[in-house]
C-alpha cells in the first residue's frame, strides 16, 4: 500500500500525498484525492489503490474504537482501544452473539476480536471488513 516511485516519481510529492491522505476525514476527501491522482499521474497501480482503500477502511472502523486492525488472507484481527469499553458504539452482546452463533469469530482477550475468513486480495479484505462491521453493528 504505497505510490510507487514510478508513479509519483518526487520523494517529497509522495510525502506530501500520504500526508494529505492521512489528513482525509471524509470517503469524499478520498475520492477527490484519488481523482487527482489519476489526473496528475494516469491510472492508479494496484499499489496505490491498495493504499487509498486501506485509508477508506481506517475511516471505516473509527468511529467503532479500533486501536489497530491487522487484515491477512486468512483473518482480520480488531483489536478495540480502552475507550471501546466507555463509550461502547458496538453492543457488547452483539459481539458475544456472533461469537457464539459463528465459529468464525472468537474474542483474544478482552480486547480483540478476531475474524477468521480466506481473503487472497485486497478487496476481499476490505469487502470482509465490511461484512464484519456490519454484523457488529447490526447494519
Do not use: M
Not at 484519488?34 to 496528475?40: G, H, N, V
Not at 479500533?66 to 486468512?74: C, G
Not at 480502552?82 to 469469530?105: C, D, G, S, V
Amino acid at each position: 500500500a504505497l505510490l510507487p516511485n514510478d508513479y509519483a516519481p518526487d520523494v517529497h510529492e509522495r510525502l506530501s500525498l500520504y500526508k494529505r491522505l492521512a489528513n482525509c476525514d471524509q470517503a469524499e476527501d478520498i475520492d477527490d484525492l484519488q481523482e487527482e491522482l489519476i489526473d496528475r499521474f494516469g491510472e492508479l497501480p494496484p499499489q496505490a489503490q491498495s493504499l487509498l482503500a486501506t485509508h477508506r477502511v481506517r475511516l471505516l472502523v473509527k468511529p467503532y474504537c479500533v486501536a489497530k486492525l491487522d487484515a491477512t488472507s486468512e483473518q482480520i484481527v480488531v483489536q478495540f482501544s480502552p475507550e471501546f469499553a466507555k463509550t461502547a458504539p458496538i453492543e457488547p452482546i452483539r459481539i458475544i452473539n456472533l461469537i457464539q452463533k459463528n465459529r468464525n469469530y472468537k474474542l483474544a482477550g478482552q480486547d480483540k476480536l478476531i475474524f477468521t475468513r480466506h481473503a487472497p486480495t485486497i478487496a476481499d479484505r476490505v469487502a470482509a471488513i465490511r461484512e464484519l462491521f456490519r454484523q457488529l453493528v447490526g447494519a
